[in-house]
Nanobody, 115 residues
Framework: QVQLVESGGGLVQPGGSLRLSCAASVSRFSIYDMEWYCQAPGKQRELVAA???????NYADSVKGRFTISRDNYKNTVYLQMNSLKPEDTAVYYCNARYSTTAYWGQGTQVTVSS
């Protein structure tokens, strides 16, 4: 059974930063494409950032230049560095591990951007 555990969420003021982590209990972590999604109240879950097994990255237009996704295959962990946070970034952030037709989700971590 694959487990993904997110951490690093919290309350931050506009303009602040947070670093989310997602630790995966899975063998061969390096073969998975890893993604971060967010879901705000009353809205659909949407893709924020992705990093492939080969290290290529992709970002939603709304976070380009502010967020950075990275991975450490030795620690089985993917990160999301979030800078210049805005109130509209407030959401639950979920980690997703994807390989072929298989996908696993974490339980989510709350990010609240408010003064």
């Amino acid at each position: 059974q694959v487990q993904l555990v997110e951490s690093g969420g919290g309350l931050v003021q506009p303009g602040g930063s947070l670093r989310l982590s997602c630790a995966a209990s899975v063998s061969r972590f390096s073969i998975y494409d890893m993604e971060w999604y967010c879901q705000a109240p009353g809205k659909q879950r949407e893709l924020v950032a992705a990093i492939t097994s080969g290290g290529s990255t992709n970002y939603a237009d709304s976070v380009k230049g502010r967020f950075t996704i990275s991975r450490d295959n030795y620690k089985n962990t993917v990160y999301l560095q979030m800078n210049s946070l805005k109130p509209e970034d407030t959401a639950v952030y979920y980690c997703n591990a994807r390989y072929s037709t298989t996908a696993y989700w974490g339980q989510g971590t709350q990010v609240t951007v408010s003064s």
